[in-house]
């Protein structure tokens, strides 16, 4: 969790002026989605943590 939030102020919310609340929700809501789908992460080998929870899930 700690190093999701240290990746989610400098690669999206820093760069970004909200209106309101729902704003920040949204765009957090669209960072967790890239992270957890799209976002390669090098410790676990380059591979997304949707990729390595099915990968860790099919091995069970």
Do not use: D, W
């Not at 957090?28 to 992270?35: G, N, P």
């Not at 080998?45 to 860790?56: A, D, L, R, V, W």
């Amino acid at each position: 969790m700690e190093r999701f939030v240290r990746s989610l102020k400098p690669e999206r919310l820093n760069s970004i002026s909200f209106i309101n609340h729902e704003s920040v929700v949204c765009e957090v809501e669209k960072y967790i989605e890239f992270y957890n789908y799209q976002r390669r992460h090098s410790a676990l080998g380059y591979m997304t943590p949707h990729q390595k929870y099915i990968e860790m899930k099919n091995a069970a």
